[in-house]
């Protein structure tokens, strides 16, 4: 079935340096790729998206890279900021008539002040 | 419209009762998914509406678990005669169904069963 695999399961960065979480999907159909963040008690919240179209995507300190050959997609955060302490999460998606995202296990990423 | 908002956002009940969680997703948005999300782990798919139908179920969904949409606009989630393993985070999202997929989540109802 489909499937997303999502690593590290942690990660502890000192501020001001860089994260990078990697994911890999099974489904090859998969055509949108977005990444969560996720802070206690809240509901996921979308940060960045990627389509199958692209290979690279940024907003600002957060970029999205997709390698659909080997269907990769990982995200990257600079300049890290204490604020940017939280679970990501990356997901998988096929935008036909009935699909359903399918979510990786999550990252949860630390920032050493 | 401030969102997709969920209620109650935390919920004890005991074994064997039943629970209703409601979700009213961002206005327009014709896409309705519930997901339950336990310690550590990420979202896992329950059910999927598009407008009032239901159109798909995980096998997660036991028999004890029913999701309606009847007006196409709310969901509910009803859990009877509940288990100690029903306790975790039910998550409710939403989103359009006209090329702009991006699915917008609310906070959760957080249910422990004792």
């Known amino acids: 079935g489909e499937n997303v695999e999502q690593h590290p399961s942690t990660l502890s960065v000192q501020e001001g340096d860089s994260a990078v979480i990697k994911c890999t999907y099974s489904d090859s159909a998969s055509n949108y790729f977005p990444w969560y963040k996720q802070e206690l008690g809240k509901g996921p919240q979308l940060i960045i998206d990627?389509?199958?179209?692209?290979g690279e995507k940024k907003d600002q300190r957060i970029a999205v890279t997709l390698n659909k050959t080997a269907k990769h997609f990982s995200l990257h955060i600079t300049e890290t900021q204490p604020e940017d302490s939280a679970v990501y999460f990356c997901a998988a998606f096929r935008y036909s008539s009935a699909s359903k995202i399918i979510f990786g296990s999550g990252t949860r990423l630390s920032i050493r002040p | 419209d401030t969102g997709v908002s969920q209620d109650p956002r935390h919920k004890i009940t005991k074994r064997g009762q039943n629970v209703t969680f409601r979700c009213d997703p961002i206005s327009e948005h014709n896409r309705l998914y519930w997901y339950r999300q336990t310690l550590g782990q990420g979202p896992e798919f329950l059910t999927y509406?598009?407008?009032?139908?239901?159109?798909?179920k995980s096998r997660l969904l036991s028999d004890r678990f029913s999701a309606e949409r009847p007006k196409g606009s709310f969901s509910t989630l009803e859990i009877q005669r509940t288990e100690q393993g029903d306790s975790a985070m039910y998550l409710c999202a939403s989103s359009l169904n006209q090329g702009n997929t991006e699915a917008f989540f609310g906070q959760g109802t957080r249910l422990t069963v004792v």
């Open positions: 509406f598009q407008n009032e139908a239901q159109l798909e």
């Open positions: 990627i389509r199958s179209n692209v």
